[in-house]
């Protein structure tokens, strides 16, 4: 299962990896390569139990993944919803797939998310505002 979860993100990193550089043109500069994201992530059925469960295994509060700037994750009457700034969609994919997919599996989570990457075009932190909470 979790070979299939990294299958799901990879091709869909593919797809929006392929559409923006149409849109913005073939050529990559240092510019676009360094441009943080943001992740919006949408996972029915996943309870605040197995997300707990899936934290304390992964300890991602303990050792933050490389590229990951913040996360931020709340519960609607349906799923799990989840929002992160990482400083490339691949950092977000290669946490998911070294780290994250094998914890989801052993939580028994299944199904799979929606899931969204847009170019981060501002980041404010209010001072004094540090840590999980």
Request: glycine share 8%; charged share 25%.
């Given at each position: 299962m979790?070979?299939?979860?990294?299958?799901l993100f990879?091709?869909?990193l593919a797809?929006?990896?392929m559409?923006?550089?149409?849109r913005q043109?073939a050529h990559?500069t240092s510019e676009e390569?360094t441009?943080?994201?943001?992740m919006?992530?949408?996972?029915?059925?996943?309870?605040?139990?197995q997300?707990?469960?899936v934290r304390?295994t992964?300890?991602?509060e303990?050792?933050?993944?490389?590229?990951?700037q913040?996360?931020v994750?709340?519960?609607?009457d349906e799923?799990?919803n989840?929002t992160?700034?990482?400083?490339s969609?691949?950092?977000?994919?290669?946490?998911?797939a070294?780290?994250l997919a094998?914890?989801?599996?052993?939580?028994g989570?299944?199904g799979g998310?929606?899931s969204?990457?847009?170019?981060l075009?501002?980041r404010?932190?209010t001072?004094?505002?540090v840590?999980?909470?």
């Amino acid at each position: 299962m979790a070979a299939h979860l990294c299958a799901l993100f990879a091709r869909d990193l593919a797809r929006r990896t392929m559409a923006g550089r149409r849109r913005q043109g073939a050529h990559d500069t240092s510019e676009e390569r360094t441009l943080a994201v943001v992740m919006f992530m949408r996972w029915t059925g996943v309870t605040p139990e197995q997300y707990d469960t899936v934290r304390d295994t992964v300890g991602w509060e303990e050792a933050a993944p490389a590229g990951s700037q913040v996360h931020v994750a709340w519960f609607d009457d349906e799923a799990l919803n989840v929002t992160d700034v990482w400083d490339s969609e691949q950092a977000f994919q290669t946490f998911f797939a070294e780290r994250l997919a094998p914890a989801v599996e052993k939580a028994g989570i299944t199904g799979g998310p929606e899931s969204d990457f847009r170019p981060l075009h501002r980041r404010f932190v209010t001072p004094g505002v540090v840590g999980g909470a």
